[in-house]
């Protein structure tokens, strides 16, 4: 009788189950660095805890996607340590503000289950929840993740794929960041004299710079979140898999966009929800990221005359400039895409 799991492969996921995931992660000003180190993100409210108390938070909250690879880390043993590819997102909603010394928790539910045609693969749909130590929820998602089968003759689980919505309502976005006291809000620090009003729907912005991925720093972000996927560490068998080589987690690309983008939006301070996304193609170390945004809507918050909320779209490239914002090459995703990405941040007005 082995003490050891080999994870859990398409055909162990059943319709409604309900998954509580090890390990509890509490959040220090160590990880925080850390996580600065390796993607260099410049948001102030993120960066100063004076900053940040300036206009009405408590102290510098942790950066929103920090918040989410931890909750999505604690996911990867039980759903997707045998994945061959983590496809999407859907409805995610950030709902509080977490801090250094907070303790994040995650459980996820098995909303749905498609079988490839291929039968040694299948998709598994989740909606995951991150917790703070008090039972509070912070954080909502739903993913979609391609699953190994362990037997491919093993009978499958009826196929069942989810509605989602396309976009998370900008109503009910918001909530983790408190009102923010505008007087507080210096534009010479923040490093763009940018507001709300000033964004057009239908403008596109070049983030211009670019950013190398070395085989360290990816392997070293995504231990960070205790994020166990062998494709990411594993050389010895992924040198014998289709690709031959180490995958780069999916977030690291988001992570990397996100930080890119502070050149264009540099008070775009928290994001708060992720109404869908694509990994389009793998990233491998080596490769140069660029990432290029689009404003595709504009919302004010029901309450709120302090934020207004922007709707992006940022499209993140490897080795390829985003000066032409490349997007579709014809009917297809152009060949130096690897991330699409759709979600609300909000904005001081």
């Not at 409604?16 to 180190?37: C, E, F, K, M, S």
């Not at 005359?305 to 490897?318: F, I, P």
Request: net charge neutral; glycine share 8%; proline share 4%.
């Amino acid at each position: 009788m082995t003490k050891t799991t080999p994870g859990n492969f398409f055909e162990d996921f059943r319709l409604g189950q309900t998954i509580t995931h090890a390990t509890p992660r509490t959040v220090t000003r160590g990880d925080v660095a850390l996580y600065n180190a390796l993607f260099g993100a410049r948001f102030a409210v993120q960066s100063s805890d004076a900053f940040a108390q300036r206009i009405g938070y408590p102290r510098s909250p942790v950066d929103d996607l920090l918040v989410f690879h931890i909750v999505f880390g604690k996911t990867v043993a039980d759903i997707s340590l045998n994945a061959v590819a983590n496809l999407g997102y859907a409805d995610c909603r950030f709902l509080l503000a977490v801090y250094p010394g907070d303790t994040l928790t995650a459980t996820s539910e098995v909303i749905g289950l498609r079988e490839n045609s291929n039968r040694k693969t299948g998709v598994v749909y989740v909606r995951s929840s991150g917790f703070r130590q008090d039972g509070m929820k912070v954080l909502d998602y739903v993913r979609w993740v391609m699953v190994r089968k362990r037997d491919e003759a093993a009978a499958a689980p009826d196929n069942h794929v989810p509605a989602l919505p396309k976009a998370v309502d900008a109503d009910g976005i918001g909530g983790a960041s408190p009102v923010i006291m505008l007087r507080g809000y210096d534009h010479a620090l923040s490093g763009s004299p940018h507001r709300f009003g000033d964004y057009l729907v239908g403008e596109r912005i070049d983030h211009v710079d670019g950013i190398t991925v070395e085989e360290a720093e990816h392997q070293m972000a995504t231990r960070l979140y205790q994020n166990t996927a062998r494709v990411h560490f594993n050389n010895y068998a992924q040198s014998k898999d289709r690709f031959g080589r180490r995958l780069i987690y999916g977030g690291h690309v988001i992570s990397l966009a996100r930080a890119l983008s502070f050149n264009g939006l540099g008070n775009a301070f928290q994001i708060a929800a992720i109404n869908g996304g694509r990994h389009v193609a793998p990233l491998f170390a080596g490769c140069t990221v660029f990432a290029w945004s689009e404003v595709t809507a504009k919302a004010e918050l029901s309450g709120r005359s302090d934020v207004g909320a922007l709707r992006l779209r940022t499209v993140a490239t490897k080795d390829q400039p985003c000066t032409e914002f490349p997007l579709r090459a014809g009917d297809a995703d152009d060949p130096a895409v690897i991330l699409d990405l759709d979600y609300w941040v909000l904005m001081p007005r």
